[in-house]
């Protein structure tokens, strides 16, 4: 069984780098077909899906935060690393992290299961 | 503005059944499937339905999805004060290259 954990810091200044961590257990990151995505919910606001790693290191990104972005994996603590540049106040939001089933193929295929519990990272000076 | 649509809100009373829909356009509902999560107040997402219509186990037979061309739809019957979340739906997107949500419906069971 698969489980997930974000961490990060609670708050960051405008234009700094925000650096979060999704700590997996019950599987290895670099098991074939084990791909983890990188959402964020801004408050009372919807789901917006960020960035996805697979286990032979492919990267994906949202295309509208792309310039902004960057997924790693860190294999010798099993986890994977997602950091944000010059972050805004608009970037305040809980981020998730989430196992995606059936990865490798179609991505219409795809789902996000399991989700970690989420970490809020808010933006101001 | 999400790619996916779905009512900003939905309720009913206890017993009732309830649909929540979402539509979407040929590059996303229209190509692919859609999948629904579930998220209880403070909680994180959780999986719903996944490939349209598919229950994952420990999701009641009460949740069932649809989906017919661009639009599709999540029907609770039986509901229960516990139902009472926002519902997100989901699907790939081939123009964005990416995975795209509704924008949630508050489901509120009076």
């Known amino acids: 069984q698969v489980t997930l954990r974000e961490s990060g810091p609670a708050l960051v200044k405008p234009t700094q780098t925000l650096t979060l961590t999704c700590a997996v257990s019950?599987?290895?990151?670099?098991?074939?077909?084990?791909?983890v995505s990188w959402f964020r919910q801004p408050p009372g606001k919807a789901l917006e899906w960020l960035a996805r790693?697979?286990?032979?290191?492919?990267?994906y990104y949202n295309k509208s935060l792309e310039t902004r972005l960057t997924i790693s994996k860190d294999t010798s603590k099993n986890q994977v690393v997602l950091r944000m540049t010059n972050m805004d106040p608009v970037d305040t939001a809980t981020y998730y992290c989430?196992?995606?089933?059936?990865?490798?193929?179609?991505?219409?295929?795809?789902?996000?299961?399991?989700w970690g519990q989420g970490t809020l990272v808010t933006v101001s000076s | 503005q999400s790619v996916l649509t779905q009512p900003p809100s939905a309720s009913g009373t206890p017993g009732q059944r309830v649909t929540i829909s979402c539509s979407g356009g040929?590059?996303?509902?229209?190509?692919?499937?859609v999948y629904w999560y579930q998220q209880l107040p403070g909680m994180a997402p959780k999986l719903l339905i996944y490939r349209n219509s598919q229950r994952p186990s420990g999701v009641p037979d009460r949740f069932s999805g649809s989906k017919s061309g661009t639009a599709a739809s999540l029907a609770i019957s039986g509901l229960r004060s516990e139902d009472e979340a926002e519902y997100y739906c989901a699907s790939w997107d081939d123009s964005l290259s990416g995975w795209v949500f509704g924008g949630g419906t508050k489901l509120t069971v009076l």
């Open positions: 989430a196992q995606i089933q059936s990865c490798g193929g179609d991505e219409g295929l795809s789902w996000f299961d399991p």
């Open positions: 019950g599987s290895s990151v670099s098991t074939a077909r084990m791909c």
């Open positions: 040929s590059t996303n509902l229209g190509t692919t499937y």
């Open positions: 790693i697979d286990w032979d290191d492919d990267k």
